[in-house]
């Protein structure tokens, strides 16, 4: 008895229509006092209204005449638009009209998902949204509540359909298709790069060739030569898989938000995608972050399942609110990377005076790799500095705003000066810039 009636009691309703029917009961009663020619008819009216409210309750309790499930990705996307679709379907031998709230993550701040729908007697009706998550980490979905009336509306039924489940959600992945395109196509001759086939001296070999002078001689493959009966020589190219390192800074100057985004997701995300663009390319991609003390290292490598063992180590990271300890990324940098590799830095630089600190700890690190140092425009103070000042306060805002923008260009020149190179970019443009630098680094052979 106990189990049907917190079946009964919890899961019913009353909707709007059955508290106007009773208004107008009770408004009958109120007239017979005053017209006595109405008789029996508000007795009958009640009597009418409870006959309705029990059959309704009966139709809708008769059997369990709604099904419900959510079809959720694996994983989800960080910062990217995320298909989630709610299958129902209409068991009863009538139409119904529906209501279904979907217990979403508390992380988007979003207390429901509320949808209201008709549904005809058997009738399917797939549901689509999308979520945006701003956070890496476990998003808990919780249940699928449908609010169910006949056609009589008088009283609504609950139905809950346990949906609860943990979703992982991973640095942006969504758009990688778009990089492996760029890394494939030859999209660098818009930029004015061309790519150079660079003969050297490795032990990858490429082809045989006739000999021309000039040739080093020490190259002529003799049994060739006999085949052919002039000489032959063999060619080799500078090797093709080179180390790209990722470099993440963890510090507090990377928590700035930009459009929900911490600069750390910005960071990582352009790092995931890189990643897939360099093994692409034949390069083994690694990662380093890096806070007040080493973080996550994942060797570099090209196979398979590189990039999903990335992403693994990736998504669980976060900012921290010390300063970034350079020496000791130095250390792990000479100890991990054993050969002449790319490195690419993703930090942020406020002030001329944070970078100078850096300088000596990166000025070693090129000494023994190619760095690339990607740090981020202010785009709050790149917008303020092109609005019209008003008043004096005003001047004075637009006049530091332009301080600091100047100051992030003398960065750069810091930087080139010591044969460092740089990326100062928007964070939404990240992506796109560190991807097109290494295409274009790599055109270039110069790592």
């Given at each position: 008895m106990k189990k049907i009636f917190e079946q009964y009691y919890t899961n019913l309703f009353l909707n709007d229509r059955i508290f106007m029917v009773l208004g107008a009961c009770?408004?009958?009663?109120?007239?017979?006092?005053?017209?006595?020619?109405?008789?029996?008819?508000?007795?009958?009216?009640?009597?009418?209204?409870?006959?309705?409210?029990?059959?309704?309750?009966?139709i809708l309790y008769r059997h369990h005449?709604?099904?419900?499930?959510?079809?959720?990705?694996?994983?989800?996307?960080?910062?990217?638009?995320?298909?989630i679709q709610i299958e129902i379907k209409n068991r009863y031998g009538f139409g119904v009209r529906a209501r279904v709230i979907d217990e979403i993550p508390f992380q988007f701040q979003v207390r429901d998902k509320d949808f209201k729908f008709d549904l005809k007697s058997a009738e399917?009706?797939?549901?689509?949204?999308?979520?945006?998550?701003?956070?890496?980490?476990?998003?808990?979905?919780?249940f699928i509540r449908a609010y169910i009336s006949s056609p009589l509306g008088l009283v609504c039924r609950r139905f809950n359909f346990d949906g609860a489940v943990i979703i992982p959600v991973y640095p942006s992945f969504?758009?990688?298709?778009?990089?492996?395109?760029?890394?494939?196509?030859?999209?660098?001759t818009d930029l004015g790069i061309k790519k150079i086939r660079k003969i050297g001296q490795s032990r990858e070999f490429d082809q045989i060739k006739n000999y021309v002078g000039g040739d080093d001689i020490r190259t002529l493959n003799w049994k060739a030569t006999?085949?052919?009966?002039?000489?032959?020589?063999?060619t080799y190219t500078d090797e093709r898989s080179q180390n790209i390192y990722c470099l993440i800074d963890k510090s507090r100057v990377m928590r700035m938000p930009f459009e929900g985004l911490s600069l750390l997701d910005y960071a990582i995300n352009a790092s995931v995608a890189l990643a897939k663009v360099a093994m692409l390319k034949e390069d083994k991609a690694g990662l380093i972050t890096i806070s007040e003390r080493i973080g996550s290292v994942v060797?570099?490598?090209?196979?398979?399942?590189?990039?999903?063992?990335?992403?693994?180590?990736?998504?669980?990271?976060?900012?921290?609110?010390?300063?970034?300890?350079?020496?000791?990324?130095?250390s792990c940098v000479r100890t991990?990377?054993?050969?002449r590799g790319l490195l690419i830095f993703f930090t942020n630089f406020e002030s001329l005076s944070a970078l100078q600190r850096q300088m000596p700890y990166l000025r070693r690190l090129a000494k023994w790799h190619l760095l690339l140092v990607v740090f981020f425009e202010n785009t709050e103070l790149k917008s303020l500095s092109t609005e019209p000042a008003k008043d004096i306060e005003g001047i004075y805002h637009k006049t530091i705003a332009e301080k600091f923008i100047y100051e992030k260009k003398l960065m750069v020149k810091e930087l080139n000066k010591n044969g460092i190179l740089s990326v100062l970019t928007a964070p939404q443009n990240l992506t796109i810039s560190v991807v097109?630098?290494?295409?274009?680094?790599?055109?270039?052979n110069r790592i």
């Open positions: 009770v408004v009958l009663f109120l007239l017979k006092f005053f017209f006595h020619w109405l008789g029996y008819i508000p007795h009958i009216t009640i009597g009418a209204v409870c006959v309705l409210f029990f059959t309704d309750v009966f005449g709604i099904e419900a499930k959510r079809v959720t990705p694996k994983r989800l996307s960080n910062g990217d638009e995320n298909p399917a009706k797939s549901i689509h949204y999308n979520l945006r998550p701003t956070k890496r980490g476990e998003y808990d979905f919780g969504i758009h990688l298709g778009q990089y492996e395109l760029m890394a494939v196509s030859n999209q660098l006999a085949r052919k009966g002039s000489l032959m020589v063999n060797q570099a490598d090209r196979r398979a399942a590189q990039l999903g063992n990335m992403m693994n180590v990736l998504y669980k990271e976060k900012t921290r609110y010390l300063e970034s300890n350079l020496e000791a990324l130095y991990v990377v054993k050969q097109n630098q290494y295409l274009a680094i790599k055109a270039q």
